[in-house]
């Protein structure tokens, strides 16, 4: 066994699942910095976000681009329809909210296998043939999805950068009666924020979906991944979203080929405790006021 | 054991006037009386195991109670319930422990577990605490699944034997429900009784205001280790009961999805009450069998109950009842 090629499989795969983690976590901190809502639902979105990716793809034969536009639109304009009639109501109540997210996980979840059944279906690539640079040879499929994972955070990241609307988020993010005081609509940025947020979940679920199979219960890894990215990069800052998310999925993929996924899969909790026990607000985080 | 008693988990309730007293204890007493002679005159062997199943979630929901009393809520009671159901069955397949033993083993073991546990994560606060339990859960659940040695894997365990008391095997359904009746007497009086000590009005100005609580002195984090410990013990205690009552166990016996149904239960009930997480478990647990026709929309009914509870009784089914108790008595108490 050649151990250069070893290693960049793991690098390559390392990368394509932390591309996807961060926009998982990156998506779920902004919500939680913006809202203070902890979505135990975003896990769902994603899995929505794949089945249009999937059913777009497949049934129309439309160009993959415009699948991942489809699937961050509807996803996007449902998660600001959830957030106004169910997240709204426990806006005050930080562990009602919490709880809120779980039923509404629930429901998606169940309502999936309901209309789709339970079984996973494989999704054709996108792209097919491989890179080959030196000795290593890079499927295109995956290199496609770090690409597009980078070009959507690059958009998100001047959104918040560069426009009014993001800097809005950022002030009510930072300190919400200010924030109203300053004439800035709390009531639009909160579901705008949550659409947005879950519409990231969703393009990254498309994104999986050729590379992983698509079924109701996909949702529920990228969503516990998010949590331990959030916990090492600290809830609400996104800089740490985007550090913990490649950096989760760089010790994933190596742990992984070096000790199974299981051990990977402790290794990475006990990462987490051993954090928390020296910072407990993340490695990137704030100490909450 | 529909008992209207008062006990608060979360809010100081003013003394209840001596007529409402009496009358809780008339209420009590006839729900006793019930409790005991109902199943004796039924045949219907699923009736009594659906009866086992109530006060054994009823058991769950309260445990999960006693650590939301301190503002905390756990995403990872299953797998206490499944650590202790594991550590009973295995005591009792390998090492050819009596169950009743097992049961006290596997709620010292599961509660030692939370110490150790609490230690660490009840240093965070509120979400990352939730963030973790459920983590936490999930790690227990790959491990079960993967250590095939012991737990033997997505088999399972068979052949778990039944609690047997001087020799009695409580083998049949209705031999377990007074074993459980016991067992939920016990922990609900455990409970009420602990809440109405010094604990208890630690553990309410805790989930009141954690800064005041510590500033007045309170160990904020002391009472919260005790809560998680006891809630986390009597979970496992519980699960190991049950798991000699199904006499089956593997990964999938408990699961999230259980740990999901324990915070229904609470919510649905009140979860600021102790006699909440009792009347949400008694709801829930039939309902199941009430939606028969609509396979697999189970699930998805308990979430939307659980948001409509939420949203329009966020103090749960324990709150009409007592405005619809309160109206006609003098005492008038609010809330």
Redesign the interface.
């Known amino acids: 066994m050649d151990y250069s090629i070893l290693l960049g499989q793991a690098v390559l795969n390392g990368l394509v699942i932390g591309a996807m983690y961060m926009l998982m976590a990156v998506g779920f901190t902004l919500v939680f910095g913006i809202m203070r809502v902890v979505n135990f639902a975003h896990g769902e979105f994603y899995m929505l976000g794949a089945f249009a990716g999937f059913f777009t793809y497949v049934y129309w034969e439309i160009p993959f681009v415009v699948c991942l536009l489809i699937a961050a639109l509807t996803i996007g304009v449902l998660g600001m329809l959830v957030e106004r009639t169910l997240i709204q109501p426990f806006r005050s109540d930080e562990m009602s909210g919490m709880i809120a997210t779980l039923a509404i996980s629930v429901i998606i979840q169940n309502g999936a296998v309901l209309l789709w059944g339970p079984q996973p279906r494989a999704m054709p690539d996108i792209v097919t043939g491989t890179l080959a640079i030196g000795p290593f040879s890079f499927p295109w499929s995956r290199l496609v999805v770090i690409a597009a994972a980078a070009l959507i955070f690059t958009a998100f990241w001047l959104f918040m950068q560069r426009t009014r609307l993001g800097r809005a988020m950022r002030a009510v993010a930072q300190d919400t009666e200010t924030a109203l005081i300053q004439g800035i609509r709390v009531n639009y940025i909160y579901p705008l924020a949550f659409g947005m947020s879950v519409a990231l979940a969703a393009l990254a679920g498309a994104l999986m979906g050729p590379v992983f199979s698509v079924s109701p219960f996909v949702g529920l890894t990228p969503m516990l991944k998010a949590f331990v990215v959030v916990i090492l990069g600290g809830l609400g800052s996104v800089p740490g979203a985007v550090v913990g998310g490649l950096l989760l999925g760089m010790i994933e993929s190596f742990t992984a080929t070096i000790f199974g996924s299981l051990v990977s899969d402790i290794l990475q909790l006990l990462l987490v405790i051993l954090i928390l026990l020296v910072r407990p607000a993340g490695l990137l985080g704030q100490r909450e006021a | 054991m529909e008992g209207s008693s008062t006990a608060t988990l979360g809010r100081d309730e003013p003394r209840l006037a001596p007529r409402r007293r009496w009358l809780s204890g008339a209420a009590l007493a006839v729900a006793l009386v019930a409790a005991l002679v109902l199943p004796q005159l039924t045949t219907n062997q699923f009736y009594i195991h659906l009866a086992n199943l109530m006060l054994l979630n009823s058991i769950f929901a309260v445990s999960l109670g006693l650590i939301a009393s301190v503002g905390q ?1 756990s995403l990872g009671h299953a797998a206490f319930v499944a650590a202790g159901a594991y550590v009973s069955a295995l005591a009792a397949l390998s090492f050819k422990l009596p169950p009743i033993l097992g049961i006290v083993l596997a709620g010292l073991v599961t509660g030692l577990a939370a110490v150790l546990l609490g230690k ?1 994560l009840l ?6 605490f ?3 339990t ?3 859960g ?2 227990f659940t ?2 079960v699944l ?1 250590w095939e040695s012991v737990t033997h894997g997505a088999n399972g365990l068979l052949g778990i034997p039944a609690i047997s008391i001087f020799g009695l095997p409580l083998s049949t359904r209705l031999r377990f429900y007074y074993f459980a009746l016991a067992a939920f007497i016990f922990v609900v009086t455990f409970v009420w009784a602990l809440m109405r000590s010094q604990y208890g009005r630690a553990f309410r100005s805790i989930a009141e205001n954690v800064r005041l609580a510590e500033s007045s002195g309170i160990d904020v984090s002391h009472y919260q280790i005790v809560a998680f410990a006891l809630g986390s013990g009597i979970a496992g205690a519980a699960g190991a009961a049950m798991v000699h009552y199904i006499r089956f166990l593997s990964p999938d016996s408990f699961t999230f ?1 259980d740990s ?1 149904a324990y ?2 239960m609470l ?1 649905v009930g009140g979860r600021h009450t102790m006699i909440g997480g009792v009347l949400g478990a008694l709801f829930l647990t039939p309902l199941p069998e009430l939606l028969r026709g609509f396979v ?2 189970q ?2 009914i ?3 109950i ?2 409509c509870v ?2 329009f009784i ?1 103090n749960g089914l324990v709150s009409i009842g007592r405005s619809f108790f309160n109206k006609g008595s003098e005492t008038g108490t609010s809330k």
């Open positions: 809520i660490i240093r965070l606060r509120g979400v990352y939730v963030l973790v459920f983590l936490a999930q790690v790959l491990i993967n999805n999901i915070i229904t919510v697999g929309a699930h998805i308990y979430g939307v659980l948001l939420l949203l966020p």
